[in-house]
T-cell receptor
Framework: DVKVTQSSRYLVKRTGEKVFLECVQD?????MFWYRQDPGLGLRLIYF???????EKGDIPEGYSVSREKKERFSLILESASTNQTSMYLC????????????????FGDGTRLSIL | KQEVTQIPAALSVPEGENLVLNCSFT??????LQWFRQDPGKGLTSLLL?????REQTSGRLNASLDKSSGRSTLYIAASQPGDSATYLC??????????????FGKGTKLSVKP
């Protein structure tokens, strides 16, 4: 089974802090994704990466950056945390099977519930 | 812009009932559609994935159908059990910038199965 592991289930930080959320997958997947999930807004894509050192902006990249130095690890960085970044953050990965599009299921981690005070 | 809608937002049924969850999307140019389950405070578990060329997929008591031309999918759950209680999310893979595509999610249907 695919295993996507997020480093923390719960995290509390203060405004202005630099925050790192880590995600590791063990299935040699090319694609990795970061989402946030908020009540009434659903899941929204922040950033995704389809290869080491590659990144693409999603729908809501402002205030975030990412790092993909190794294939198995995708980090989300809050440069200067703000209270409106309090949310559930979900990481996902999928296998790329060619044909121009990643037609493989996305597998999710358990999420990190981040509170910014 | 692709939009995904799930109706109803919440559903409560007695144990043993067969039920259908609905998902609609505005742009039929999708690569695939995926159904997920989410338990409270947890991540998403992938249930079924239907490629754009397929009409349905089955796994155990779950059956998902896809009508791309009308922009609709349904998730059928047979003989529901209290353990099926969760939020069910539908997502479509649409082209977004790079070649890998991007999942667009509905807001989910919260299912409660009463014993």
């Amino acid at each position: 089974d695919v295993k996507v592991t997020q480093s923390s289930r719960y995290l509390v930080k203060r405004t202005g802090e630099k925050v790192f959320l880590e995600c590791v997958q063990d299935m040699d997947h090319e694609n990795m994704f970061w989402y946030r999930q908020d009540p009434g807004l659903g899941l929204r894509l922040i950033y995704f990466s389809y290869d080491v050192k590659m990144k693409e902006k999603g729908d809501i990249p402002e205030g975030y950056s990412v790092s993909r130095e190794k294939k198995e690890r995708f980090s989300l960085i809050l440069e200067s945390a703000s209270t409106n970044q309090t949310s559930m953050y979900l990481c996902a990965s999928s296998l790329y099977r060619g044909g121009g599009h990643g037609n493989q299921p996305q597998h999710f981690g358990d999420g990190t519930r981040l509170s910014i005070l | 812009k692709q939009e995904v809608t799930q109706i109803p937002a919440a559903l409560s049924v007695p144990e043993g009932e067969n039920l259908v969850l609905n998902c609609s999307f505005t742009d039929s140019a999708i690569y695939n559609l995926q159904w997920f389950r989410q338990d409270p405070g947890k991540g998403l578990t992938s249930l079924l994935l239907i490629q754009s060329s397929q009409r349905e997929q089955t796994s155990g008591r779950l059956n998902a159908s896809l009508d791309k031309s009308s922009g609709r999918s349904t998730l059928y759950i047979a003989a529901s059990q209290p353990g099926d209680s969760a939020t069910y999310l539908c997502a479509v893979l649409s082209n977004y910038g790079g070649s890998q595509g991007n999942l667009i999610f509905g807001k989910g249907t919260k299912l409660s199965v009463k014993p």
